[in-house]
């Protein structure tokens, strides 16, 4: 009887405890919320699990975790004065260390409501085998006052539409604002570096800067590759704090500019001088914000595997594969076999050592370079202090002088003086010679201006083409550039300080 009871007992607290509900488990789900590529972070912008889920608060540096469960696929980025961006079919499960962008809003009296976007693409579809359309229809929030403004589609990871701040990436812009169906087609030449689960985004944006990402999980099945791989080799990684936030262009600056720059030349300074006969004083724009990334240089000899892919770490130890690139995509010099793989991710930090690895990818196995780091360099700044804005009564000899903010081992300087004036259709008075480590400069002192002297009574404007880089060569920061003398990108810095004087007499 005893042993029926307890077998009647143990029935009952099985049957119970097949009806104890299982928790959900939980993922956390870690990024950093940017204005843009390689931009300024975002604090104070709430992150929201779905539409009504639990929400999380971006730190100081941009920085957010919050929990998510499997099931749970979307996430909504806010803050007052910005638009909104929605992330859609995210894998909570493998998700670390996003990127997500929240830009100011264009218009504060427009939506800041994210675009909505379908598509005809299911999870799981198998891609590769040849060229890949994908239909989508876009509707906004307000379509009176509000449209469509671009589309990207990436594989990977979400891109922008910056060509230079995106090298080495696959992705294809799109959009039609007239209409709410668009297209866009991935070739299968595109597929050529992946294999396997990976991800396709397809990211949207409105007229008010609202962006929507929605991701689709695929199985990229290419085209055979089974070159024998070798490790990269000389991986130099080369950190670029520019001062300006937008940056736009080809893949990259060409290798001999910093060549150049670290044996103490301009690379551009004859390129100015021959066409200072028609250059036009330009104004200058704001001061703005600065942009961060870093170049990673590297040799590969033999045929060319499936894919470089580049890995990065904070700490020497845990990597996180940053980019995968077709060879075709990221080669500088095909005589030469030097590549160049790029990150603007929004985990760099000034000050930080990072540390990067390149590994080639076919069918027939990878193999790995050495690891190589870097620290990036933060804001660097200069202030011009003589001739002041406005000055009259200028020597026409005068002596140029500013101050910096920021510098670290090894300053470069070069002043850019422009007859506002324009006499003779010649607009550049004078391109000094690079300055190290100076805080001043006398006109003409390296025999370069197109007059000894400044014409009397006579309208001038002088800035710096200025930058400062670490002790061992591997990273800069720009202060200001906007003749694009150094060739850091393929476009001069915007945001860098002018003055304007007139001369005296004789």
Aim: glycine share 8%; hydrophobic share 40%.
């Amino acid at each position: 009887m005893r042993r029926s009871m307890w077998s009647v007992g143990l029935i009952a607290a099985l049957a119970l405890g097949s009806c104890a509900t299982t928790p959900v488990p939980q993922y956390d789900v870690t990024g950093t919320v940017t204005q843009g590529r390689a931009q300024a972070a975002v604090a104070g912008a709430s992150v929201q699990v779905g539409t009504d889920g639990v929400t999380a608060t971006t730190n100081a540096d941009g920085r957010f975790s919050v929990g998510m469960t499997g099931d749970q696929t979307d996430l909504l980025f806010s803050k007052a004065g910005y638009a909104s961006t929605l992330v859609q079919n995210l894998d909570a499960t493998q998700a670390q260390n996003l990127d997500v962008i929240l830009r100011p809003a264009f218009d504060p009296s427009l939506p800041t409501m994210p675009p909505t976007v379908t598509l005809d693409l299911a999870d799981g579809a198998t891609v590769g085998g040849g060229d890949l359309t994908v239909n989508l229809k876009v509707t906004v929030a307000e379509p009176g006052r509000n449209a469509m403004f671009s589309g990207i589609a990436a594989i990977g990871e979400a891109a922008g539409t910056s060509g230079y701040l995106n090298a080495g990436r696959v992705r294809h812009t799109f959009g039609d604002p007239r209409t709410t169906d668009q297209s866009v087609t991935f070739t299968r030449a595109d597929f050529a570096a992946f294999k396997g689960e990976v991800d396709l985004h397809f990211t949207v944006y409105d007229v008010n800067g609202n962006r929507t990402d929605v991701i689709r999980h695929v199985n990229v099945v290419p085209d055979d590759n089974a070159s024998a791989v070798a490790a990269p080799q000389a991986v130099s990684p080369f950190a670029v704090t520019f001062a300006d936030d937008a940056t736009f262009g080809a893949l990259s600056t060409s290798p001999q500019a910093v060549t150049a720059l670290r044996a103490g030349k301009l690379p551009r300074a004859e390129a100015l001088k021959a066409a200072s006969a028609t250059n036009t004083v330009r104004p200058q724009a704001a001061p703005g914000g600065h942009s961060l990334w870093v170049d990673v240089d590297f040799n590969y000899a033999g045929a060319a595997p499936r894919a470089f892919e580049l890995w990065r770490s904070t700490d020497g130890n845990t990597f996180t594969r940053v980019l995968s690139s077709a060879p075709a995509s990221v080669v500088l010099d095909e005589e030469q076999q030097l590549y160049r793989m790029r990150d603007v991710g929004s985990v760099l930090q000034a000050g930080q050592k990072t540390y990067y690895r390149v590994r080639a990818v076919s069918d027939a196995g990878s193999a790995d370079s050495d690891v190589q780091d870097v620290t990036p360099l933060g804001p660097f700044g200069v202030q011009l202090t003589s001739p002041m804005q406005g000055a009259t009564g200028v020597d026409r000899v005068p002596v140029f002088r500013w101050t910096t903010t920021g510098a670290a081992a090894r300053s470069l300087y070069a002043v850019v003086v422009q007859d506002r004036t324009q006499a003779d259709s010649q607009t550049l008075a004078w391109l000094s010679d690079l300055l190290e480590n100076q805080n001043q400069a006398v006109y003409n002192a390296d025999g370069q201006a197109v007059l000894s002297r400044l014409q009397p009574y006579h309208a001038y404007d002088w800035q710096l083409a200025a930058m400062t880089a670490s002790a061992d060569g591997r990273a800069v920061s720009l202060a200001a550039d906007f003749y694009n003398l150094f060739q850091l990108s393929s476009t001069g810095a915007e945001s860098g300080p002018v003055n304007e004087f007139v001369t005296g007499g004789l």
